[in-house]
């Protein structure tokens, strides 16, 4: 007997695919390459690839990139990028959804799809001067954005000034949006995307016992807002913001004896950060320097974190316990990035204006 499966049903199974089986389904048929391609089953198997947590690969980077998937850690295989290197290897400015930001020793941006090969190279924006950037997706426009706070110059105790530009892709072209008095803190670390918004830690001021403020870009509005921090224990070192299961979180140093990991379980709700484990030195081998919250294992009992750029552990919630990673094909120092593999598309209709664009500048 033969069956006629529904098209609804058949995107309900291929959703729960890989996206390199997805492109060698393409093609089968003229049906299943319309159906693969169609923006509704992308986004089909975007959700279900965040929602189960499923589909994801760790990126290594030194000179080269390396990557492997997330869920068995190993092999690590080298991973082309699209621009051109000059010896000197890329950056990755971000994640978001599947696509990389990712930046050359020249400037040259782009937005790519490491897992469909696409990628998208940006205008050229000239910043001789320190900034940094964040990658992430602006849910009302359906437009992902690269945004770069370029810092202008201070003195002493006044607050510093910023200049703060955004690229999407629909315009494809720079815009000055609304500045802000701020730059990046030390160590210098580019924006976390996470409820629609880029998270920084950033100072007013140049002395650097001056209390760190968490500022949020919601790129739907442009607009920029504070967040409240949680009500912490004891006096902090160094603080950071990662991304956490899709949640914003925060990494409190106090030093070398013990760092906290911070959840905020509602967006925006000051109440509801919690702290998801404490480190302290003896748990780990070396300085409790940096550590960054990369993914929960698929049972949501373990986390994987990165350690001063040398080394992965699982740390068990449990046993709260740390277990060091290691895979062959790993380089011996690096700094991580967790993409999704996905079909998101960077084909997208955009105006025909390159180069820089002040017209749309909010004002303070």
């Not at 990991?261 to 748990?283: C, N, Q, R």
Request: charged share 25%.
């Amino acid at each position: 007997m033969k069956a006629n499966l529904s098209l609804d049903l058949i995107a309900d199974i291929l959703s729960r695919l890989p996206v390199k089986h997805l492109l060698c389904l393409r093609c089968v048929s003229k049906l299943w390459r319309s159906l693969i391609d169609d923006p509704d089953f992308i986004n089909l198997h975007l959700r279900h690839s965040l929602d189960s947590r499923t589909n994801h690969t760790l990126i290594l980077k030194n000179t080269d990139l390396h990557t492997a998937d997330l869920a068995c850690l190993g092999p690590f295989a080298k991973l082309e990028h699209p621009l051109m290197s000059y010896n000197h290897g890329v950056e990755i400015q971000g994640s978001c959804n599947g696509l990389l930001c990712i930046r050359n020793i020249v400037e040259d941006m782009a937005i790519w799809n490491p897992s469909t090969r696409k990628y998208q190279v940006l205008p050229f924006l000239n910043s001789c001067k320190g900034y940094v950037c964040g990658f992430g997706h602006d849910p009302i426009a359906d437009d992902y954005k690269v945004v770069k706070i370029i810092q202008l110059g201070g003195a002493d105790v006044k607050p510093l000034e910023s200049e703060v530009k955004v690229c999407s892709l629909k315009r494809n072209r720079w815009r000055k949006i609304q500045d802000i008095p701020c730059v990046s803190s030390f160590p210098v670390a580019n924006g976390v995307f996470a409820s629609g918004a880029l998270h920084w830690v950033l100072t007013q001021k140049l002395d650097l016992s001056e209390e760190n403020t968490i500022v949020a870009l919601d790129l739907a509005t442009e607009s920029f807002r504070e967040v409240p921090q949680p009500e912490y224990e004891r006096m902090i070192y160094q603080l950071n913001v990662g991304v956490l299961g899709g949640c914003l979180c925060v990494v409190a140093n106090h030093g070398d004896a013990r760092v906290d990991l911070w959840v905020m379980k509602e967006y925006g709700v000051k109440e509801s950060w919690t702290i998801l484990f404490s480190l302290a030195s003896e748990d780990v081998i070396g300085s409790l320097r940096f550590l960054k919250p990369l993914a929960y294992s698929r049972c949501g009992n373990q986390v994987l974190l990165e350690h001063d750029k040398i080394n992965l552990f699982w740390y068990d919630l449990e046993k709260k316990k740390a277990d060091d990673v290691w895979v062959p094909g790993m380089p011996f120092s690096y700094e991580t990035e967790v993409c999704l593999q996905s079909l998101v598309s960077l084909n997208v209709k955009r105006r025909q204006q390159n180069g820089e664009d002040n017209r749309d500048i909010k004002k303070m």
